[in-house]
Each structure stands twice: as structure tokens, then as C-alpha cells.
């Protein structure tokens, strides 16, 4: 029995991002602030253990419980940060989800210059599952490149690329659209590297004007306009779910 409770037992930053109070740097700041309680007693280390479905936690001496599980897709804009907020003053994706919105954490990153799908959770758990290279999940992005593509880039891109002393390459690349100075490729990762996209080009000496991601896993963009957002629906989470765990057992 002793070891069944233990089992359960999760550090206390931990235990206040699973239950979607916030994430797991801001349960970090605020404990270390001296503004969370466990049991009645203020806490400053976030590893303490706590035992979620008995020990009692409270911020700021509001009692924490389980929030209900909220799954956002937002149409990111370009020139806008993914972060709560920016110390240079930048605007960030939460400035599209009003002030009264509960707080959610953006799953993985769009970098400043990127647009389109991103996905906004508090269910730290699933998040840590999309964001996952190892879940193979594939995310597919429009990418419009400053040079007439050939057939030769897109193998180019699958064989891989070694940028940075690792080896980057796409799932899929295939050329869109040609015009007379530029090219639009639909790209597919299912790994997920920082900056992998606008790294690969870089390696080929060819710069990215537009990167916009339209699809993860069986989700895609659609028409949700530029800067809107609304909830996934019960078959597009159920979908997700379900193309992850199929990714993880091939």
C-alpha cells in the first residue's frame, strides 16, 4: 500500500500544472514567492511531494482544484511571440484570447516570424505528449522559399540536412506552387527540432519569406481566420489522440 501512495505522488509545481492551474515555471515562481500553502503550511521548495488526491493546496489562500480540461487552436499571426508575456514589449499570442480567458499554455512554439496552427492547453500532460518528438506526430507547414524550387530540393530535404552537428530532414517535401522569383513547398515534420524548417534552408542557402504551419496530425488549420480562436471539438481531440498513439506503437 505504502508504495501505491508513493506511486502517486508528484512535486508540487508539478501537481499545480496538472490540475490547469498554470504551468510549471509560473507553480515555480509563485512557491518560491511564498505564495503557496500544502495541508496549511507555505511551501518554497516545488519539488515538495505532494499527493494529489489527498493533500490540499491553495495560492495566495484560495484553495487549487482541478480545473476542467480546455483544447484551443489559434490562427497565430507573424510578428507575434509565443509567450505569456515579453520582456520587450512584444505582442504575444495571448493578446488574441481576451482577459478573461483561462489560462491555457502554448503546446510547442511558433517562433516570431511563423504563423498558423498552434495549439493552447492547460492539460500539461497532453501537451508534454504532442510536443514530444518521440510521439512522430506529423505537422505540416506552407512554406514559400526566395528561389525557383526543383525536385532536387525536395529530395534533398528528405535524405536530411546537418545543421549544427545533427542530421535535419522532412517526412515529405513537395513543391505547391511556382511563381516567377519564389516557390511555395508543403513540408511534414514528425520531429519537431527547434527551428528545423528555416535551419534546413539555411544549410541551402535559401531563405524562408513566409512559414506557416496548417495541420498537426489529423487537426488542420482550415479557415480560422488570422488571430481567432475557438475550442477543438470532442472528434478533433478524440482524433488527436488517437493518431498520436498509433504514431507511438509503429
Same mark, same amino acid.
Given at each position: ?7 502517486? $505522488? ?10 490547469? #492551474? ?6 515555480? %515562481? ?40 480546455? #483544447?484551443?487552436?489559434?490562427? %497565430? ?16 499570442? #495571448? ?45 505540416? #507547414? ?29 517526412? $515529405? ?54 488571430? $481567432? ?18 504514431? $507511438?506503437?509503429?
Amino acid at each position: 500500500m505504502k508504495r501505491s501512495d508513493e506511486s502517486r $505522488q508528484v512535486g508540487l509545481a508539478r501537481a499545480l500544472s496538472k490540475l490547469g #492551474y498554470c504551468s510549471r515555471s509560473q507553480a515555480e %515562481k509563485l512557491i518560491r514567492a511564498g505564495r503557496v500553502r500544502l495541508n496549511g503550511v507555505t511551501r518554497r521548495d516545488p519539488e515538495t511531494p505532494v499527493h494529489m488526491e489527498r493533500d490540499r493546496m491553495e495560492v495566495d489562500g484560495d484553495a487549487v482544484r482541478a480545473e476542467a480540461m480546455i #483544447y484551443l487552436m489559434l490562427n %497565430k499571426p507573424r510578428g507575434v511571440v509565443t509567450t505569456a508575456s515579453d520582456e520587450k514589449g512584444r505582442k504575444t499570442v #495571448y493578446s488574441f484570447l481576451g482577459e478573461k480567458a483561462p489560462w491555457v499554455g502554448p503546446v510547442g512554439r511558433l517562433d516570431k516570424a511563423s504563423e498558423g496552427l498552434l495549439l493552447l492547453t492547460n492539460d500539461s500532460e497532453w501537451a508534454a505528449r504532442i510536443s514530444d518528438p518521440g510521439s512522430h506526430l506529423d505537422k505540416i #507547414y506552407h512554406v514559400q522559399v526566395d528561389t525557383r524550387s526543383f525536385i532536387l530540393l525536395c529530395d534533398t530535404l528528405q535524405r536530411g540536412v546537418l545543421a549544427d552537428g545533427e542530421v535535419l530532414r522532412a517526412k $515529405q517535401a513537395r513543391v505547391l506552387r511556382e511563381g516567377e522569383k519564389n516557390t511555395w513547398l508543403e513540408i511534414t515534420l514528425d520531429e519537431g527540432r527547434n527551428r528545423q524548417i528555416r535551419r534546413m534552408m539555411e544549410r541551402q542557402g535559401i531563405e524562408v519569406l513566409r512559414l506557416i504551419r496548417v495541420a498537426v496530425g489529423p487537426l488542420a488549420l482550415g479557415n480560422l481566420a488570422k488571430g $481567432q480562436s475557438r475550442l477543438l471539438s470532442t472528434a478533433e481531440k478524440a482524433a488527436l489522440d488517437q493518431a498520436m498513439n498509433i504514431a $507511438q506503437e509503429k
